[in-house]
């Protein structure tokens, strides 16, 4: 596609349960990172994808919290056991790669709202 | 210490002001600075991008970089209505991460 894409949109789960989200990076892009946003802050570095390098996910705020990447395409965030404070908007961005290095200029996807109720 | 320190604001400036915002970050070895402008339940959007000491002018947006004082700013001259947002910035450390600061809302009251 043009752009990053994500899904669902919009998420309403109850405590404890799982949620998967979803992030579709822009073609040729093989940086990806994942940013939690909760209302009226900024954003919060979860964890970040390249190429085939072990992943930075230094990020993650606890073990609930888990990602996968399928090789330099789609990503998927897992949230275990949600509590209310996951409630937020999840960021996803993909980067291009020049050389050994990303740009670091993100493209960000229209985010995931997850309220945990 | 946070990595990326701004102020959160809010700054108001009326129209065809300059509106300077400013951001300190902690890694000396940084290399890449980024700011992105968020509309109020939109995404942020790349803005400006800047490498090396020194001022970058696009249009009415000027970056500011001094490393030594691990400092960087945004003027935006002529402010407009709609250049009412949050503005974030961002820093590249060595390990490819990209940090954000917690924003400075910008409001140009017409």
């Known amino acids: 596609g043009a752009g990053v894409s994500q899904s669902p949109s919009n998420k309403v789960t109850e405590k404890g349960k799982d949620v998967e989200l979803r992030c579709d990076p822009i073609s040729g892009h093989t940086a990806l990172y994942w940013y939690r946003q909760r209302l009226g802050q900024g954003l919060e570095f979860l964890i970040y994808?390249?190429?085939?390098?072990?992943?930075?996910k230094s990020g993650l705020p606890s073990d609930r919290f888990s990602a996968e990447r399928t090789g330099e395409s789609v990503s998927t965030l897992t949230i275990q056991r949600t509590q209310q404070e996951d409630s937020a908007v999840y960021l996803c961005?993909?980067?291009?790669?020049?050389?050994?290095?990303?740009?670091?200029?993100?493209?960000f996807g229209e985010g995931s709202r997850l309220t945990v109720l | 210490q946070k990595e990326v320190e701004q102020n959160s604001g809010p700054l108001s400036v009326p129209e065809g002001a300059i509106a300077s915002l400013n951001c300190t970050y902690s890694d000396r070895v940084s290399q890449s600075f980024f700011w992105y402008r968020q509309y109020s339940g939109k995404s942020p959007e790349l803005i400006m991008s800047i490498y090396s000491n020194g001022d970058k002018e696009d249009g009415r947006f000027t970056a500011q970089l001094n490393k030594a004082s691990q400092y960087v700013s945004l003027l935006i001259r002529d402010s407009q209505p709609s250049d009412s947002a949050t503005y974030l910035c961002a820093v590249k450390t060595g390990a490819n991460n990209l940090f954000f600061g917690t924003g400075t809302r910008l409001t140009v009251i017409p």
């Open positions: 994808f390249q190429g085939n390098s072990a992943p930075d």
């Open positions: 961005a993909s980067s291009l790669v020049l050389g050994p290095r990303n740009t670091g200029e993100l493209f």
